[in-house]
């Protein structure tokens, strides 16, 4: 149970003798996870951490400590660390003041958020069996499987010295499967899938069409050629192609860089940084998306962000910190991943909504190039936006039609670039669902990702076969 409102009275009071503005973030956090390796059960737990962090801001200054002994004495002493670090301002001496009671936020996770951890571990153990025996029935080339699932509850309690204390009950679930197969060479698939629900998800779901859907990439990657390498049309998927959105372009458009000026989006707002096909939005209260949050790390409401409008830059993603230094406001991007590290400016479900061409017509329109049909990881330099995404799955484009899967194929370019060089954007947007997970400044949260197909006119393709 998170401390009372007249316990962070005492805590934020005491927090505000060197600062401006103060706040607390308690967390109780249980997870349950289990892994199978080549058909058995090698691991399986329960996690649970429980803690409050607590955070001063003095103007440009900050200081944070966070205590897992929640006795008021030792919360009080947590406050005057935080306080002494951020010390530079004027000593305060009006009392917060907090509700009496805690607002609990609306739900934005559906009928699972009211509810905790009740599944029996026999019901995790299943469906990892479940995915193992469709995996392998899948194909004989798969030689190998592995496959994890994990569900949690987060509960969050937040308090500010402004007068704000909110709580929250965070699902989240997830499964994923890997396999490895033998072709022509050794091929391997991902797959995962959950979202900000219960472990009921995956009764839908199914492990098995997950499973199938993890075979089938590890199958056609074991007969993958060598990757042309050059200058070429790329023509990128929809769904987890948003990956590619996510990291070239979404991680200059948070607050923190634009603000310290490393960004090369920041001071940039109304400035034209996209083809006018391109928009981008950032959503925080997209229901059950994986990304979603129904207060932010803060107690600020996820919303709809519009980051990007018809290739015109229309604002960033913002915590309250950087808001304020940059006469702006949250837009409920604040997040972290525990109470032990400080909130940051953080995408949630980022997508590109729907354009008008159709998938056939865009990938008819490429006499030679390449799909890119999802990622499996890659670089990105915010303050010049250069990146390479290696893919995970990808096939060359001749005469309009899709031919041989790729091996070793790598996209490299630029951010701002690509989005210049966006040349047709497909009817068919969707969140790419699946198990995503962001990291920056070594903190890792949850995110959801998305884009309709899309057509670039030339991108740098690596590979190692000559000519394109």
């Known amino acids: 149970m998170h401390p009372d409102a007249s316990t962070f009275e005492r805590i934020l009071t ?28 090698r691991e399986g737990g329960i996690t649970i951490s429980r803690g409050v962090g607590i955070r001063v801001i003095s103007g440009e200054r900050a200081g944070y400590a966070y205590s897992d002994d929640l006795s008021e004495a030792a919360l009080l002493e947590t406050a005057r660390v935080a ?8 000593a305060r001496v009006d009392a917060v003041e907090l509700p009496s009671r805690a607002e609990a936020v609306a739900s934005a996770y559906g009928d699972a958020a009211p509810h905790r951890l009740v599944a029996a571990p026999e019901t995790y153990v299943d469906l990892l069996a479940r995915a193992d025996v469709a995996a392998r029935a899948f194909d004989p080339r798969i030689a190998s499987v592995n496959a994890s699932v994990s569900e949690e509850m987060q509960d969050v309690a937040i308090a500010t010295s402004d007068g704000r204390f909110v709580t929250d009950r965070r699902p989240l679930v997830t499964l994923g499967v890997q396999c490895v197969a033998n072709g022509r060479e050794r091929g391997t698939g991902f797959t995962g899938d959950g979202g900000r629900t219960s472990i009921d998800f995956f009764a839908e779901r199914t492990p098995e069409a997950i499973a199938r859907e993890a075979g089938r ?7 993958a050629i060598e990757t042309p390498a050059g200058e070429m049309e790329v023509v990128v998927g929809s769904g987890s192609g948003g990956v590619l959105l996510h990291e070239a372009v979404g991680h200059g458009l948070e607050g923190d860089f634009n603000r310290q000026g490393t960004s090369l989006y920041s001071g940039r707002v109304g400035e034209r940084v996209a083809n006018e096909l391109v928009t981008i939005f950032d959503d925080g209260d997209l229901p059950g998306e994986r990304g979603t949050v129904g207060i932010d790390d803060e107690g600020t409401p996820g919303e709809h962000k519009v980051l990007v409008e018809r290739g015109i830059l229309r604002g960033y993603m913002q915590d309250r910190h950087n808001a304020g230094l940059m006469g702006s406001r949250s837009t409920g991007s604040g997040r972290r991943q525990s109470f032990r590290v400080m909130p940051q400016p953080r995408m949630c479900n980022t997508y590109m909504p729907d354009g008008a061409s159709t998938y056939d ?7 030679r190039g390449i799909f890119a049909t999802s990622f499996a990881g890659g670089q990105v330099e915010i303050s010049k936006g250069d990146f390479v995404f290696m893919l995970a799955e990808g096939y060359l484009i001749e005469d309009g039609k899709l031919t041989a899967p790729l091996r070793g194929a790598s996209l490299i370019g630029n951010g701002p670039d690509a989005m210049n060089r966006v040349t047709m954007v497909g009817n068919d947007g969707r969140l790419a669902g699946g198990s995503y997970t962001c990291g920056k400044g070594g903190q890792y949260v949850p995110v959801g990702v998305g884009m309709p197909t899309v057509k670039l006119s030339s991108v740098t393709v690596g590979g190692s076969a000559v000519g394109g």
């Open 14 to 41: 005491r927090a505000l003798g060197a600062g401006d503005y103060a706040d607390a973030f308690y967390e109780y956090r249980v997870v349950r996870s289990f892994r199978l390796q080549d058909g058995r059960v």
């Open 83 to 90: 306080s002494l670090i951020a010390k530079g301002g004027a």
């Open 217 to 223: 990439i590890a199958c056609v990657n074991s007969e």
């Open 361 to 367: 017509e865009i990938v008819g329109s490429v006499k």
